[in-house]
T-cell receptor, first 110, second 115 residues
Framework: DAKTTQPPSMDCAEGRAANLPCNHS???????VYWYRQIHSQGPQYIIH???NNETNEMASLIITEDRKSSTLILPHATLRDTAVYYC???????????FGTGTRLKVLA | DAGVIQSPRHEVTEMGQEVTLRCKPI?????LFWYRQTMMRGLELLIY????????DSGMPEDRFSAKMPNASFSTLKIQPSEPRDSAVYFC?????????????FGQGTRLTVV
């Protein structure tokens, strides 16, 4: 699985969009990009995943660059409850194996 | 469905004692994962099962750790003997294998303290 690199921390004002970057320059053609988050000490929670097209669901949007070497998770209107550690994971479809890195600690400020 | 259920939520034990953590995956899920989380090492994948069979146990730290899945609705992670450095939060997760990766659902974790 490709290594991912994320900034250790970010702040975002409540109500504004939170844009969380992830670098995965060694990603291979059959590896998907997954995003999970972990709120306080709860179990990680799935957010979204994609291969090469941009994806959107009720929680977030995922923008993957055309060369697939990086991606951005967008929380369109961040709330205080979005304060969490966000993990970007690159993994081969069908392996069902998620290796978590250190993630980005997002703090949403009132 | 009640989600992935782990028990106990908290466990305090003395060094040298045997500890057993339990997990009930979501019904219909055929993959089950055990993770360990510490401040120093983050979230580590210990072992995962497919259809009750261990697929990859390369993350199991040493022989003191063992995991079993006797049936589709139950798994255990056992530490014998336990040591203070085993103190961590242990998460269980499950997912349905459908040819493509789908989201994994995590339990609330078991916080283990070995004194």
């Amino acid at each position: 699985d490709a290594k991912t690199t994320q900034p250790p921390s970010m702040d975002c004002a409540e109500g504004r969009a939170a844009n969380l970057p992830c670098n995965h320059s060694t990603i291979s053609g059959n590896e998907y990009v997954y995003w999970y988050r972990q709120i306080h000490s709860q179990g990680p929670q799935y957010i979204i995943h994609g291969l090469k097209n941009n994806e959107t669901n009720e929680m977030a949007s995922l923008i993957i660059t055309e060369d697939r070497k990086s991606s951005t998770l967008i929380l369109p209107h961040a709330t205080l409850r979005d304060t969490a550690v966000y993990y970007c994971i690159a993994t081969t479809s069908g392996t069902y194996k998620y290796i978590f890195g250190t993630g980005t600690r997002l703090k949403v400020l009132a | 469905d009640a989600g992935v259920i782990q028990s106990p939520r908290h466990e305090v034990t003395e060094m040298g004692q045997e500890v057993t953590l339990r997990c009930k995956p979501i019904s219909g899920h055929d993959y089950l994962f055990w993770y360990r989380q510490t401040m120093m090492r983050g979230l580590e994948l210990l072992i995962y099962f497919n259809n009750n069979v261990p697929i990859d146990d390369s993350g199991m730290p040493e022989d003191r750790f063992s995991a079993k899945m006797p049936n589709a609705s139950f798994s255990t992670l056992k530490i014998q003997p336990s040591e203070p450095r085993d103190s961590a939060v242990y998460f269980c997760a499950s997912t349905r294998g459908s040819g493509m990766n789908t989201e994994a659902f995590f339990g609330q974790g078991t916080r283990l303290t070995v004194v």
